[in-house]
């Protein structure tokens, strides 16, 4: 006998932080509101994990660092959430010397000497300046993104500064880049931000780089990027803990396999993915239907749900571009510059084979269909600025973890049969790329898990698409948007001034798919349930 349908005013696809976020707002408001998270554990890619088993470390499993996440949102649903700051921005060796630039946020000092023993000195004022424009956009910009849509004319007479807003939006950053700095390792390091999760040549004529720039250095108003302490499931599990004391409903083991164009939810509950013991089928109605996946997940459930392929036609395509490698250390590696404690090196971002040059050798290479080598990658520290993820043992035994996000390691690179391989071939090209810089390999310092193998895990691109079912691996479930709209769009419905709309009425983007998503930052969440809000 098929089971009644039963009704809620806000059904949320996906236990993301973003759809905790939305679910708490709405919830607040006096709504009925149900999330449905087809796995165990919510918050989707900001959650936490003992990767290691036997070992007593919680890490910060897909997601790592909070720049994103608005005060305000922090502010409104009373959480409880500490973002601390490193004092280091970052640590770059120049590869093949025993020399590096490092950036050090409370010493001007010692950043200018830094970058006068790289021979570099004229950079370090280029630097200062590039960074001040920056800024202007930052605290012009980050502002409005809890705001309905600016228009670009309206976004560019905030920021006020017609030449921070012609380097980088108007024109590739990767010029703007070319033409300011002249060292090769300083270009590489600045042009980084521009890279994370996006596959794009130094000169990007698409701006797909200049996007993914602006959203790095805006966060928070500065353009820090601070560690959650506790992990980053301390960050999720903050917003569930609002979304269950506002009154949502939070299901998991609830996995969607169909939605209608009317907005009638079909789940199958029981067990991870739908599969295990007890399994029963529900039907749910919403006035609202929240969607936390990508547009092509959301095109497969519409799909099963009756609806025509036009909205699948439209999906755009996605891909992921980076590889991601969790480490649990004895201590820290030493540094081929004696005169450089690790922990400065590490207390930031470490980058590693990330010059200008060596960007572009391992796109072009990777384009051609080939793994760069080296692989160009950047290192997170988490344990050194918050221990607190380590049990009290490995903390005072000084164990340290480090986060290795590999750039320019695309989803086209692997199929479903190669993946296996391709893994450990990653592995093997970053564990490689490290050793280069260091002074010592880094192998012998791994710690070894309860099961006597290092404590080293490796996610692919497709890794990330089977657990999280991000397309392609894409960690922004495609090419990032502006954070405003188009002069003379077309904003005349909640759905469309908020940057939520999919195309279909009453259902709304609110996670990375959104016009402000990407990043752990919950803005998605909070703007589709602004939109809901201003609709009714």
């Not at 497969?300 to 395509?317: N, V």
């Not at 510059?337 to 040059?357: C, Q």
Request: hydrophobic content about 40%; aromatic content about 6%; some cysteine.
């Amino acid at each position: 006998m098929t089971p009644p349908t039963e009704r809620r005013d806000v059904v949320i696809i996906g236990g993301g932080h973003n759809a905790l976020a939305a679910a708490a707002y709405l919830s607040r408001a006096g709504l009925e509101v149900e999330v449905l998270e087809r796995l165990d554990v919510l918050g989707g890619a900001a959650v936490s994990a003992q990767a290691f088993p036997g070992v007593d470390a919680r890490l910060s499993r897909y997601s790592y660092l909070v720049s994103m996440l608005p005060q305000r949102i922090i502010d409104d649903l009373g959480l409880s959430i500490r973002l601390a700051p490193r004092r280091y921005s970052s640590y770059t060796p120049l590869p093949g010397t025993d020399r590096g630039l490092l950036v050090d946020n409370h010493d001007a000092t010692a950043t200018a000497a830094s970058f006068a023993a790289l021979e570099a000195t004229a950079d370090a004022e280029a630097w200062g300046r590039f960074y001040e424009g920056t800024q202007r956009l930052a605290r012009a910009l980050f502002p409005t993104v809890t705001d309905p849509l600016l228009t670009r004319s309206e976004a560019r007479a905030a920021v006020a500064d017609r030449a921070a807003w012609d380097a980088l939006i108007e024109r590739p950053v990767g010029e703007t880049i070319e033409r300011t700095f002249a060292d090769d390792l300083v270009r590489g390091v600045v042009s980084t931000d521009a890279l994370i999760g996006t596959f794009a040549p130094n000169v990007d004529a698409t701006l797909n780089a200049n996007r993914c720039f602006l959203y790095h250095v805006i966060g928070g108003g500065t353009g820090d990027w601070n560690v959650p302490v506790g992990g980053m499931g301390a960050v999720s599990g903050e917003l569930a803990r609002a979304a269950r004391l506002a009154g949502s409903i939070l299901t998991t083991n609830a996995d969607v396999t169909a939605l209608s164009p009317d907005r009638i939810v079909t789940v199958r509950q029981g067990g991870v993915g739908g599969s295990g013991g007890d399994q029963h089928e529900r039907s749910i109605a919403a006035d609202h239907v929240l969607v936390g996946c990508s547009p092509q997940e959301l095109a497969r459930l519409l799909a099963a749900g009756g609806a025509d392929d036009e909205f699948g036609a439209a999906a755009p395509d996605a891909e992921g571009a980076q590889v991601k490698v969790n480490m649990l250390l004895t201590r820290l590696p030493r540094l081929r510059d004696a005169r450089i404690d690790p922990a400065a090196a590490f207390g930031g971002t470490f980058h590693i084979n990330e010059t200008w040059s060596q960007l572009q050798a391992a796109y072009d290479a990777a384009a051609g269909g080939s793994i760069p080598d080296p692989i160009p990658a950047e290192i997170y520290c988490h344990s050194l600025t918050d221990p607190s993820i380590l049990s009290p043992e490995l903390q005072a035994a000084g164990a340290q973890t480090l986060t290795v996000f590999a750039l320019h390691t695309p989803d086209r690179l692997l199929t479903e049969r190669t993946n296996d391989d391709m893994r450990s071939r990653f592995e093997r090209g970053v564990l490689d790329s490290l050793n280069s810089v260091l002074a010592e390999p880094i192998e012998p310092l791994l710690m070894t898990d309860g099961d006597g193998n290092p404590c080293l895990e490796t996610k692919t691109t497709r890794d990330l698409e089977h657990a999280l079912r991000l397309p392609a691996g894409s960690i922004f479930h495609g090419d990032l948007s502006w954070p405003f709209a188009e002069d003379g769009a077309d904003l005349s419905t909640p759905a469309l001034r908020w940057g939520v709309d999919t195309g279909l009425p009453g259902i709304l983007f609110c996670g990375s798919a959104a016009q402000r998503g990407g990043a752990v930052s919950a803005i998605g969440g909070h703007n589709a349930a602004m939109a809901v809000l201003e609709s009714r």
